[in-house]
């Protein structure tokens, strides 16, 4: 029987800097073989959007080149169970925070199976063998999403357990185009709104080892998202915009090397040759980043889909010129940004120049002159800094 270690979720958690202050529900994943030595990924094209829904919409595009004899190989998906999320196991290998996913391959659709299976540990990797679970049992009635999570058949007690999504791809000498999507839900915590995990390393399991050419590419899909990610992954390698409104620049927090970017209604890309990664990716909500910097003040970050308790720490100098007379007009001056927080983070260009030079001293800020005042599509957060934090006035300012 295969050794039984607690590594899988510890290795993961330590991978993302998880702690019990948060809710993870599941990492992206590279689509990846059983054991292959003749079949490579020449292209790859990991496409995230990230809206308003609390979820992270994956697009991979693969190019695999076979160099030898046609083959039938299974390939598979892992995923890590979740942690502090209160879900049920469930002992047919179905992820509760994974939808939609589906495999095309050369533009046929596949059909895939779910099982639980053996979890990757650092020094073998899942081979997607199904646990029999007319034998196996959680150790525990309650849900399955602790540190402890495990399954025992009387005797033997497993704890690197995954739920696994597999399939059989038939590839025929040359080339083949393999396509793949699915929905996730994002991971939270304190001072992280939202936080999307994705396992890059597991690509290196094909026969190059790497991936000969590798696009990122991270969308904010009809709304505006504030985020980084460590650079360090991607070799300081430049991420440019390539769709709509958006701004990088790279900085260096928690010891740490990495790139900020902002967006609306946009695309950042990074493209790398020969990528080989030697960590995992995670792009995290910029409120981190900002209390990292001592910078955390109510304008610092926002984000459309998260309920966020804002600091009354504003340099109002700075800021509007001149600091507040009383703790009155204190009070007034802060509910005034609160309320404007929405209509900014949509390019509003207010014509009050004190709140125009406050909003342009946040960085995430971009102006749209052409964007009319409208609340089509406020969130319940929009609404909540209009109408409770700032609401001695609605609607932008003048």
Same mark, same amino acid.
């Given at each position: ?49 990230? &809206? ?19 083959? @039938?190989?299974?390939?598979? $998906? ?63 009635? &309650? ?70 050419? $590798? ?11 504030? $985020? ?15 769709? &709509? ?5 790279? &900085? @260096? ?146």
């Amino acid at each position: 029987m295969k050794k039984v270690f607690l590594t899988l979720i510890v290795a993961l958690l330590a991978c993302i800097g998880w702690a019990n202050d948060g809710v993870y529900y599941v990492s992206g994943n590279n689509l990846v073989p059983v054991q292959e030595n003749h079949i490579s990924i020449t292209k790859e094209v990991l496409t995230i959007g990230i &809206g308003d829904d609390g979820c992270a919409h994956v697009d991979v595009y693969y190019e695999l080149l076979n160099k030898g004899n046609a083959r @039938t190989i299974t390939m598979g $998906f892992e995923a890590s169970l979740p942690y502090m999320t209160g879900d049920a196991f469930s002992p047919q290998g179905i992820h509760p925070s994974i939808k939609d996913f589906t495999v095309t391959m050369n533009g046929k659709q596949l059909n895939y199976k779910n099982a639980v299976i053996y979890g990757s540990t650092d020094d073998e990797p899942t081979d997607f063998n199904p646990l029999d679970m007319r034998k196996w049992h959680p150790t525990n009635d &309650g849900p399955m999403d602790e540190m402890g999570a495990s399954l025992t058949n009387g005797r033997d007690t497993i704890t690197d357990i995954a739920y696994g999504y597999y399939f059989d791809a038939r590839f025929e000498p040359g080339p083949s185009v393999v396509h793949h999507t699915y929905t996730f839900i994002m991971s939270n915590g304190v001072y992280r709104s939202f936080e999307i995990p994705y396992w890059l390393t597991p690509c290196t399991r094909w026969a190059n080892h790497q991936v000969d050419d $590798f696009t990122l590419r991270i969308r904010a899909v009809n709304t505006a998202k504030h $985020f980084y990610l460590n650079d360090d992954v991607f070799s300081r390698k430049p991420f440019k915009v390539t769709e &709509g409104k958006g701004k990088v620049r790279t &900085g @260096t927090a928690f010891d740490q090397h990495y790139t900020e970017v902002t967006l609306r209604n946009g695309t950042v890309e990074c493209h790398v040759t020969n990528f080989k990664p030697k960590e995992n990716m995670c792009i995290r909500s910029a409120d981190l980043v900002a209390m990292e910097k001592d910078d955390f003040d109510i304008g610092s970050f926002y984000d459309r889909a998260a309920s966020i308790f804002p600091t009354e720490n504003v340099d109002f100098k700075a800021c509007y010129g001149r600091e507040p007379r009383n703790d009155e007009e204190v009070r007034k001056l802060y509910k005034r940004i609160c309320r404007n927080l929405p209509y900014a983070n949509r390019g509003y260009v207010f014509s009050d120049r004190n709140l125009q030079r406050y909003f342009e001293s946040r960085w995430w800020y971009m102006p749209d002159p052409e964007w009319q005042i409208s609340t089509e599509d406020f969130k319940r957060t929009d609404w909540q800094f209009v109408n409770e934090l700032g609401k001695e006035d609605s609607g932008a300012e003048e």
